[in-house]
T-cell receptor, first 108, second 111 residues
Framework: DTGVSQDPRHKITKRGQNVTFRCDPISEHNRLYWYRQTLGQGPEFLTYFQNEAQLEKSRLLSDRFSAERPKGSFSTLEIQRTEQGDSAMYLC??????FGPGTRLTVL | QQQVKQSPQSLIVQKGGISIINCAYENTAFDYFPWYQQFPGKGPALLIAIRPDVSEKKEGRFTISFNKSAKQFSLHIMDSQPGDSATYFCAASRNNNDMRFGAGTRLTVKP
């Protein structure tokens, strides 16, 4: 257990629905990262926060994706109008070294 | 685009043997090169990392060898154990941002 928690661990949704994931990083860590991982691949960087500021966003993060870290503590990742191609494991990392267990999203 | 290329895709090693996984990168601005271990259903866990000012780093049975001129780095696992069976990812980043991962190597250590 790295001390990074993610909720929910699994999410099954229908295409077109919105989903929101939460990440609670290690409390004293100010950097928080979101990644996406598909089966048989390495994680792909999505976005990065330094405290509450979103400093970098990947081109993979389409307009349907939005991430927030309102108080510099927990973070949320929302996907609007989900598509089947969004099915993946969504990972959160605290100070780039400590990964959470991930949220596995399945879009039907 | 894939900026970090990892090989082999899978590796089978006998218990007690040496496991070697290789990575090559393209972006010379990368300044941090970690290796992660991932078990099924878990997030990646940092194993060992190196910065380009050194050519080798050893922690227990794990060693990173780094060749800056060739833009290559490798992970050596000495005395491999069945418990080491997992997927290993190399990665590279610049200023702790935008970590780029390799595609992973599935290691199986046979008893």
């Amino acid at each position: 257990d790295t001390g990074v928690s993610q909720d929910p661990r699994h999410k099954i949704t229908k295409r077109g629905q919105n989903v929101t994931f939460r990440c609670d990083p290690i409390s004293e860590h100010n950097r928080l990262y979101w990644y996406r991982q598909t089966l048989g691949q390495g994680p792909e960087f999505l976005t990065y926060f330094q405290n509450e500021a979103q400093l970098e966003k990947s081109r993979l993060l389409s307009d349907r994706f939005s991430a927030e870290r309102p108080k510099g503590s927990f973070s949320t990742l929302e996907i609007q109008r989900t598509e089947q191609g969004d099915s993946a494991m969504y990972l959160c990392a605290s100070n780039e070294q400590f990964f959470g267990p991930g949220t596995r999203l399945t879009v039907l | 685009q894939q900026q970090v290329k990892q090989s082999p895709q899978s590796l089978i090693v006998q218990k007690g043997g040496i496991s070697i996984i290789n990575c090559a990168y393209e972006n010379t601005a990368f300044d941090y090169f970690p290796w992660y271990q991932q078990f099924p259903g878990k997030g990646p866990a940092l194993l060992i990392a190196i910065r380009p000012d050194v050519s080798e780093k050893k922690e227990g049975r794990f060693t990173i060898s780094f060749n800056k001129s060739a833009k290559q780095f490798s992970l050596h696992i000495m005395d491999s154990q069945p418990g080491d069976s997992a997927t290993y990812f190399c990665a590279a980043s610049r200023n702790n941002n935008d970590m780029r991962f390799g595609a992973g190597t599935r290691l199986t250590v046979k008893p």
